[in-house]
């Protein structure tokens, strides 16, 4: 199986910040990473698919990129509804996600 | 407007069945590829099985393989997964989510655009 690393695990950040989460593969995976949103007792929500290509009625605010091994989640300028836990998922293989990354008001 | 509403969730004994389903609507369910996924208590996410448009092609984790079986009826816009010889790892909310793009058979892209809200299964004696 492929394995996806997320780091941080957890981040503390304020309203304004940007903000980065990164996700590593254990083998190369071309472009094939999408990245989701998940609030407590909601469904999780697609943001970015195929490293960089973002969902339709997402914000702008939201972008990705990366490509092999490498991949990145930024925000350019938080939210307060951003406050959430990002997880990132390869579909090189079968899928796998990261361990996500929670997303903490500071 | 894309709805998914997962039911049959519950308590079940280790080595016990449960049938979940998924209802959909708002969208060609025929058209679409689905998949579930599913979150244990205090972790994160993991894939478990994905079915193609027809029905006619099913992929398992190797967590699950040989013991879940998922399947569709698209004549009921409905989704189904068969869990089978229940494990206490199995315990967590099961999602059903709709693959983002209407591809035919084995290729849709393991990418979920709707996902629903989830239903519980708990394996405990």
């Known amino acids: 199986d492929i394995q996806m690393t997320q780091s941080p695990s957890s981040l503390s950040a304020s309203v304004g910040d940007r903000v980065t989460i990164t996700c590593r593969a254990s083998?190369?995976?071309?472009?094939?990473v999408n990245w989701y949103q998940h609030k407590p007792g909601k469904a999780p929500n697609l943001l970015i698919y195929?490293?960089?290509n973002l969902q339709s009625g997402v914000p702008s605010r939201f972008s990705g990129s990366g490509s092999g091994t490498d991949f990145t989640l930024t925000i350019s300028s938080l939210q307060p509804e951003d406050f959430a836990t990002y997880y990132c998922q390869q579909r090189y293989g079968f899928a796998t996600f990261g361990q996500g990354t929670r997303l903490d008001i500071k | 407007e894309v709805q998914l509403l997962e039911s049959g969730g519950g308590l079940v004994q280790p080595g016990g069945s449960l049938r979940l389903s998924c209802a959909a609507s708002?969208?060609?369910?025929?058209?679409?590829?689905m998949t579930w996924v599913r979150q244990a208590p205090g972790k994160g996410l993991e894939w478990v099985s994905k079915?193609?448009?027809?029905?006619?092609?099913?992929e398992y984790a190797d967590s699950v393989k040989g013991r879940f079986t998922i399947s569709r009826d698209n004549t009921k816009n409905t989704l189904h997964l068969q869990m089978d010889s229940l494990r206490a790892e199995d315990t967590a909310l099961y999602y059903c989510a709709k693959h983002l793009t209407s591809t035919s058979g084995a290729g849709s892209p393991t990418q979920f655009d709707c996902w629903g809200q989830g239903t519980l299964v708990t394996v405990s004696s």
């Open positions: 079915i193609s448009d027809s029905g006619g092609y099913t």
């Open positions: 083998q190369t995976i071309d472009i094939f």
């Open positions: 195929d490293a960089s």
């Open positions: 708002g969208f060609t369910f025929s058209k679409y590829a």
